[in-house]
């Protein structure tokens, strides 16, 4: 065949050629048109007129048609495989950036939340493994069971069309997608999927269930044609509703982590086996991941007890010195006051015969009359500094709080009476016995009804008792007296002095007093409620502090 006879439709034959010539040509390829074997290569092989010259070529019975047919497509094969073995090569550096990536945030984690946000939006990100949806089952402590603990993914086509909108105009690498994704939506995704996870809960001895056999295999699966697969729980397939799904087992040192359930709910797009490679490699990185968070964690609650176990050391510590301390001044206090007493107790007898045998119109009766009451008021004051003192050792057993209210009310009656204060007491009915002090418990129950009747008369205390949760509470309201805050405040603080309600420890006393057996005492004055007095004793041993 005279090749110069022929004339060729393609330019393959031509050292030089023009855009309007070659229809394969286009803006920027002006390179090719003075170059003839890089265009032969790049752009006549694929070009329907050198297929068409090509084949008449073979037509001609030329003894080389067969062999550069051959050659052709050889060619074009080839560059085919090389073609598809570079795009895969493309995709395994993407692979394996991805899986460096995941790696270094992984690594360097210990919080369990984040650890569980990378994992799942590594899975389900377009720049990941691109799947719809996943679910992760975390083993308990005991290793009993799988329960559902977190799911990522969209529920519906408009939240997933929403949702690839705004992470495909975000342009965030994967560690700052999880960091959003926690701190934005973690809670919101697990409360949207808690209707499924909270029914995700497989046993550990269901050897039978697909999830279980893929860790006992330590293998991922993938599941095809769920619903007609007599392998697949067929509530599993329901509950998550589709016909494909993976399962990716979690081990770290032979323990059964969890593991992860993904699907193309929404795409419906077919899962292959090399999706299944490909995610195969992640899980064992993201296994080891969730179990050092899960130790750290539970290190941390650990350490957690320890401090508060050593701070409790430390206050027993403390205590222990405050009671020594206070012991001595309880005995060095009771010492002084015997010594105090005797002779006190002399002079005020004497004192009191004399003023009996003074006459009234004695100049010195007043006197007299002054050294007694100085007397009486110092022996006032010894008691209560022995009360102090047999304070700092509480004896608890449980008694009838009604009757020890009524008790203290027998022994105030003669004071109240001589007031012509009333005394008006409320029990409730069907109460459990307290655990208290009854010698500190009365001696605080008459110091303040007492020192609520000192120095008024033609009043009314109202006194009750109420179950309030596991406490009962003995409630005094007084609602003859108007105090200020200020006066309040010096109501309980030691020897201060109220206009109303004189001076001494009193009520501070009391105070001191119940805070040792843990029992809330409190007063309250509403400017226009008069005074309420709240004790709230326990109603079981475990309470004593």
Request: overall charge negative.
């Given at each position: 065949?005279?090749?110069?006879?022929?004339?060729?439709?393609?330019?393959?034959?031509?050292?030089?050629?023009?855009?309007?010539d070659c229809p394969n040509l286009h803006?920027?390829?002006?390179?090719?048109?003075?170059?003839?074997?890089?265009?032969?290569?790049?752009?006549?092989?694929?070009?329907?007129?050198?297929?068409?010259?090509?084949?008449?070529?073979?037509?001609?019975?030329?003894?080389?048609?067969?062999?550069?047919?051959?050659?052709?497509?050889?060619?074009?094969?080839?560059?085919?495989?090389?073609?598809?073995?570079?795009?895969?090569?493309?995709?395994?550096?993407?692979?394996?950036?991805?899986?460096?990536?995941?790696?270094?945030?992984?690594?360097?984690?210990?919080?369990?939340?984040?650890?569980?946000?990378?994992?799942?939006?590594?899975?389900?990100?377009?720049?990941?493994?691109?799947?719809?949806?996943?679910?992760?089952?975390?083993?308990?402590?005991?290793?009993?069971?799988?329960?559902?603990?977190?799911?990522?993914?969209?529920?519906?086509?408009?939240?997933?069309?929403?949702?690839?909108?705004?992470?495909?105009?975000?342009?965030?690498?994967?560690?700052?997608?999880?960091?959003?994704?926690?701190?934005?939506?973690?809670?919101?995704?697990?409360?949207?999927?808690?209707?499924?996870?909270?029914?995700?809960?497989?046993?550990?001895?269901?050897?039978?269930?697909?999830?279980?056999?893929?860790?006992?295999?330590?293998?991922?699966?993938?599941?095809?044609?769920?619903?007609?697969?007599?392998?697949?729980?067929?509530?599993?397939?329901?509950?998550?509703?589709?016909?494909?799904?993976?399962?990716?087992p979690m081990l770290a040192r032979n323990?059964?982590?969890?593991?992860?359930?993904?699907?193309?709910?929404?795409?419906?797009?077919?899962?292959?086996?090399?999706?299944?490679?490909?995610?195969?490699?992640?899980?064992?990185?993201?296994?080891?991941?969730?179990?050092?968070?899960?130790?750290?964690?539970?290190?941390?609650?650990?350490?957690?007890?320890?401090?508060?176990?050593?701070?409790?050391?430390?206050?027993?510590?403390?205590?222990?010195?405050?009671?020594?301390?206070?012991?001595?001044?309880?005995?060095?206090?009771?010492?002084?006051?015997?010594?105090?007493?005797?002779?006190?107790?002399?002079?005020?007898?004497?004192?009191?015969?004399?003023?009996?045998?003074?006459p009234e119109d004695d100049p010195k009766?007043?006197?007299?009359?002054?050294?007694?009451?100085?007397?009486?008021?110092?022996?006032?004051?010894?008691?209560?500094?022995?009360?102090?003192?047999?304070?700092?050792?509480?004896?608890?057993?449980?008694?009838?709080?009604?009757?020890?209210?009524?008790?203290?009310?027998?022994?105030?009656?003669?004071?109240?009476?001589?007031?012509?204060?009333?005394?008006?007491?409320?029990?409730?009915?069907?109460?459990?016995?307290?655990?208290?002090?009854?010698?500190?418990?009365?001696?605080?129950?008459?110091?303040?009804?007492?020192?609520?009747?000192?120095?008024?008369?033609?009043?009314?205390?109202?006194?009750?008792?109420?179950?309030?949760?596991?406490?009962?509470?003995?409630?005094?309201?007084?609602?003859?007296?108007?105090?200020?805050?200020?006066?309040?405040?010096?109501?309980?603080?030691?020897?201060?002095?109220?206009?109303?309600?004189?001076?001494?420890?009193?009520?501070?006393?009391?105070?001191?007093?119940?805070?040792?057996?843990?029992?809330?005492?409190?007063?309250?004055?509403?400017?226009?409620?008069?005074?309420?007095?709240?004790?709230?004793?326990?109603?079981?041993?475990?309470?004593?502090?």
């Amino acid at each position: 065949m005279d090749n110069a006879a022929v004339q060729w439709e393609c330019c393959w034959d031509r050292d030089l050629t023009s855009l309007e010539d070659c229809p394969n040509l286009h803006e920027g390829d002006g390179d090719l048109l003075a170059s003839r074997p890089r265009r032969f290569l790049e752009k006549c092989c694929d070009c329907d007129r050198f297929k068409t010259d090509l084949s008449r070529f073979r037509e001609s019975g030329h003894p080389l048609a067969p062999f550069f047919a051959i050659l052709h497509n050889d060619y074009r094969r080839q560059r085919s495989q090389i073609q598809s073995l570079g795009s895969f090569l493309d995709t395994k550096t993407l692979e394996v950036r991805f899986l460096h990536e995941l790696g270094s945030v992984l690594q360097s984690s210990v919080d369990l939340d984040e650890v569980l946000s990378v994992a799942l939006t590594a899975i389900t990100s377009g720049k990941g493994f691109g799947m719809n949806r996943a679910f992760l089952l975390l083993a308990d402590k005991e290793r009993h069971f799988l329960r559902g603990h977190l799911a990522i993914g969209p529920r519906s086509a408009e939240e997933a069309g929403r949702t690839w909108q705004e992470v495909s105009t975000s342009d965030l690498d994967l560690q700052h997608l999880s960091r959003a994704f926690r701190q934005h939506k973690l809670s919101a995704e697990r409360d949207k999927f808690q209707d499924i996870l909270g029914r995700l809960v497989i046993s550990m001895d269901n050897i039978h269930h697909i999830v279980i056999r893929s860790l006992e295999e330590k293998k991922p699966l993938l599941v095809q044609n769920a619903f007609q697969n007599p392998d697949v729980d067929q509530e599993l397939a329901q509950l998550l509703g589709v016909d494909s799904f993976l399962i990716l087992p979690m081990l770290a040192r032979n323990r059964r982590v969890g593991a992860i359930l993904a699907d193309n709910v929404i795409t419906r797009q077919p899962i292959t086996e090399d999706d299944l490679r490909s995610i195969e490699t992640f899980t064992f990185p993201v296994a080891f991941a969730i179990e050092r968070a899960s130790l750290y964690e539970r290190l941390q609650v650990e350490v957690t007890k320890l401090q508060d176990a050593n701070q409790r050391l430390q206050e027993q510590q403390e205590l222990l010195v405050r009671m020594e301390k206070m012991a001595l001044v309880g005995r060095i206090t009771s010492s002084i006051a015997h010594s105090i007493r005797n002779p006190l107790m002399i002079i005020g007898g004497f004192a009191r015969s004399i003023l009996k045998a003074t006459p009234e119109d004695d100049p010195k009766r007043g006197f007299i009359d002054s050294i007694v009451s100085e007397a009486q008021q110092m022996e006032e004051v010894l008691d209560e500094i022995l009360t102090y003192s047999d304070a700092l050792y509480p004896v608890r057993d449980f008694w009838d709080v009604n009757q020890l209210v009524e008790t203290v009310l027998r022994d105030i009656q003669e004071k109240a009476l001589s007031q012509n204060y009333a005394c008006r007491f409320h029990p409730a009915e069907g109460l459990p016995s307290a655990y208290l002090d009854y010698k500190q418990l009365s001696y605080c129950l008459r110091n303040i009804l007492v020192g609520t009747i000192d120095g008024l008369e033609n009043g009314a205390l109202e006194i009750s008792t109420r179950l309030d949760g596991d406490r009962i509470e003995i409630l005094i309201d007084d609602r003859s007296r108007r105090l200020s805050e200020d006066e309040l405040e010096a109501l309980l603080t030691p020897f201060a002095e109220t206009h109303e309600m004189g001076s001494g420890l009193n009520l501070a006393l009391c105070r001191n007093m119940l805070e040792k057996q843990d029992v809330p005492f409190l007063v309250v004055a509403p400017p226009d409620d008069g005074i309420r007095y709240s004790i709230k004793l326990p109603t079981r041993k475990e309470e004593e502090p």
